[in-house]
């Protein structure tokens, strides 16, 4: 089992920044191997789609709408990622989930809220 804690949500007016913050951790070092780590986000009355997600080799893939303005990273031991959003703008609008992998089998977070006023 793999708990993730994520932070940094809030309301920010259009054009501004925010940064968002998902910890994951495990009870036993054994069973905590992550393959993967990412940002999803769903909007109401959406489907939730990829923000971004960067793999255990470093690889880093983003959503159509966010490239350019989005950047993860995520901590030197691999257990935290990061979403930098700059230029945001209202159709940013959502709930952002973070994802992670762990030996194939993938944990979500409970959700941080972002609104972006216009």
């Known amino acids: 089992q793999v708990q993730l804690v994520e932070s940094g949500g809030g309301l920010v007016q259009a054009g501004g920044s925010l940064r968002l913050s998902c910890a994951a951790s495990?009870?036993?070092?054994?069973?905590?191997?992550?393959?993967?780590m990412g940002w999803y986000r769903q909007a109401p009355g959406k489907q939730r789609e990829l923000v971004a997600v960067?793999?255990?080799?470093?690889?880093?893939n983003y959503g159509d709408s966010v490239k350019g303005r989005f950047a993860i990273s995520r901590d030197n031991a691999k257990t935290s990622v990061y979403l930098q959003m700059n230029s945001l703008k209202p159709e940013d609008t959502a709930v952002y989930y973070c994802?992670?992998?762990?030996?194939?089998?993938?944990?979500w977070g409970q959700g941080t809220q972002v609104t972006v006023s216009s």
């Open positions: 495990a009870a036993s070092v054994i069973i905590f191997s992550i393959n993967a």
């Open positions: 960067i793999t255990s080799g470093g690889s880093t």
């Open positions: 994802k992670v992998i762990n030996l194939g089998v993938p944990f």
